[in-house]
T-cell receptor, first 114, second 107 residues
Framework: EAGVAQSPRYKIIEKRQSVAFWCNPI?????LYWYQQILGQGPKLLIQ????????DSQLPKDRFSAERLKGVDSTLKIQPAKLEDSAVYLC????????????FGPGTRLTVL | DAKTTQPPSMDCAEGRAANLPCNHS???????VYWYRQIHSQGPQYIIH???NNETNEMASLIITEDRKSSTLILPHATLRDTAVYYC????????FGAGTTVTVRA
């Protein structure tokens, strides 16, 4: 089966600019996650969707970060405006019903904020 | 606020077994022990998980102590491609990653 797709793979922006990341989960996976991974640290959960509804966004900095999953498939994560400390890898993961204990991760988008 | 303690790094020789320890003394009764790994510039990859019993799959074995306060991930025959950061996570549904153990397999 095809894996989790993310784009772009790399993005460089200046602070105060906006940026958006896209994720296409594995077909049929209802649960989708966005993680932020700062260099040298483990991934940190930002938001979890179940179909097109938000299950957990407690760690999402809502003043600048937003995410949506309008049709319960693809998802976008946006940062507006970006800060230097947002430099990180943004990972998308999905979870299926059959293999419901295993999250499948995409390759991530590496964001550099200058 | 990860619930696990892992050594920051370890080396192992190619072809030998790699034993990765993890302490999780505050684990709750309904929490599973998960292991993921992350090869450089890739997303994390699921390895194995367990609740109480020892588990084995094509990638690794998971040994959980009877009191569930610690566990060991065993890579039976480490290869250079097993060089990665290994994360031990205790969770029900929500994964909380710590810093993990950087495992370097040497030829």
């Amino acid at each position: 089966e095809a894996g989790v797709a993310q784009s772009p793979r790399y993005k460089i922006i200046e602070k105060r600019q906006s940026v958006a990341f896209w994720c296409n989960p594995i077909s049929g996976h209802a649960t989708l996650y966005w993680y932020q991974q700062i260099l040298g640290q483990g991934p940190k959960l930002l938001i979890q969707f179940q179909n097109n509804g938000v299950v957990d966004d407690s760690q999402l900095p809502k003043d600048r970060f937003s995410a949506e999953r309008l049709k319960g498939v693809d998802s976008t994560l946006k940062i507006q405006p970006a800060k230097l400390e947002d430099s990180a890898v943004y990972l998308c993961a999905s979870l299926g019903l059959i293999s419901s204990d295993e999250q499948f991760f995409g390759p991530g988008t590496r964001l550099t904020v200058l | 606020d990860a619930k696990t303690t892992q050594p920051p790094s370890m080396d192992c020789a190619e072809g030998r077994a790699a034993n990765l320890p993890c302490n999780h003394s505050t684990i709750s009764g309904n929490e599973y022990v998960y292991w993921y790994r992350q090869i450089h510039s890739q997303g994390p990859q699921y390895i194995i998980h367990g609740l109480k019993n020892n588990e084995t799959n094509e990638m690794a074995s998971l040994i959980i102590t009877e009191d569930r306060k610690s566990s060991t991930l065993i890579l039976p025959h480490a290869t250079l491609r097993d060089t990665a950061v290994y994360y031990c996570i205790v969770a029900t549904l929500k994964l909380s990653f710590g810093a993990g153990t950087t495992v370097t397999v040497r030829a």
